[in-house]
């Protein structure tokens, strides 16, 4: 049957790959992507290309006003009929800085409101769209373990600390280093796993919710804002660790992300999917208590953009 799958971060890197297999492996799809600037239209041509239904909304992500503006856009094409009924929303779009100090125009700090806030917002501005049985998948990272053994020292742990602080500029100590911009990046994708787990707790039967963690992937740009030497190792040289366990191929992690999305890799809701398979994220990762506090700054954070009916659900 025809359905909707709304995604972010298809324009490149892990995303891009990802969603020509979705295309390929399910001439069912309509595909519409969420993309900023005029990448979006050049994107849905590209994409569209050789026939597959695929449509694009403007949004960038760092603006809730923007991401507000693109879920409803969408939420009205879906209720007039004009697209297939929504069977999954893919939150693949991340950013990483080279500091904790980059303010959106929300007055959020840039990591917390890409990685966390705007999945946050397309996910309770849809919610009530979704056609059972539906996918959220959520993009997270091995760096949210905090270990040497997941990140090779690359990345600093997660450092956890109210919603209140983490969602402002200069949570983390040092906060104009890279040390500090990575620390944010692994503390919001530790965010999106105890939101998974939230969210599976509290969508209805039938919308479920993963995590999907793509493994170490050099060579796409997240690392665009490092400086020069950090930007050439992660194109140049890490790549080469793709021929080892210690890292995915862009195409590899982009075939498993269709895969979870389409559903060939079967998950309970609130799993968390390492590469193919689902495996348990880490110790710190489960944790109720965090879970219910960040969605409730998560549902205050984001209410001042939601209508007002769609303010009382997933309560
Ligand atoms: N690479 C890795 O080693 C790795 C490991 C674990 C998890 N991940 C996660 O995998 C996902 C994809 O990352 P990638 O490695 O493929 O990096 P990438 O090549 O930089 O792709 C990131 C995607 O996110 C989009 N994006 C970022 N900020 C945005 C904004 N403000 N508004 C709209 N779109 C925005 C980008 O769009 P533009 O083209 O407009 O910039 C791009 O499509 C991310 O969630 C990342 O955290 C990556």
């Known amino acids: 049957m025809h359905h909707t799958i709304v995604m972010t971060g298809a324009s490149r890197g892990i995303g891009r790959v990802a969603a020509q297999h979705i295309l390929c492996q399910s001439p069912n799809v309509h595909l519409l992507v969420v993309a900023r600037g005029s990448s979006g239209a050049r994107l849905a041509d590209e994409l569209g290309a050789g026939g597959h239904a695929v449509s694009h909304v403007v949004a960038d992500l760092g603006s809730l006003e923007r991401v507000r503006s693109a879920a409803t856009e969408i939420h009205d094409r879906l209720e007039r009929g004009e697209l297939p009924p929504l069977r999954g929303f893919v939150g693949n779009a991340g950013i990483q800085h080279t500091n904790a100090l980059t303010e959106g125009p929300d007055g959020f700090e840039s990591t917390f409101a890409v990685n966390v806030l705007a999945n946050h917002l397309f996910v309770r501005l849809l919610q009530d769209r979704f056609t059972a049985p539906a996918r959220i998948v959520i993009t997270t990272s091995d760096t949210h373990f905090g270990d040497f053994k997941h990140n090779m020292g690359m990345v600093p742990g997660p450092a956890w600390k109210s919603p209140d602080v983490l969602a402002r500029t200069g949570a983390f100590p040092r906060p104009h280093t890279m040390a500090a ?117 998560a549902q205050r954070f984001t209410a001042a953009w939601l209508p007002g009916q769609a303010r009382s659900q997933m309560t």
Not at 206 to 220: C, H, Q, R, S
Not at 248 to 255: D, I, L, P, V
Not at 266 to 278: C, E, F, H, K, L
């Open 181 to 297: 911009g990575r620390t944010a990046y692994s503390t919001s994708k530790l965010a999106t796993i105890y939101l998974v787990h939230e969210y599976a707790r509290r969508l209805p039967a039938g919308i479920d919710t993963v995590a999907y963690n793509p493994g170490f992937v050099p060579g796409t740009g997240l690392a665009r804002n490092a400086n020069p030497i950090s930007r050439f190792t992660m194109r140049r040289i890490l790549p080469v660790m793709t021929l080892t366990p210690f890292a995915t191929s862009r195409n590899a992690a982009g075939r498993c992300l269709a895969e979870v999305v389409l559903g060939t890799i079967q998950a309970p809701t609130g799993s968390y999917i390492d590469r193919n398979r689902v495996d348990r994220s880490s110790e710190e990762s489960y944790d109720p208590q965090r879970e219910g506090e960040l969605w409730q700054a």
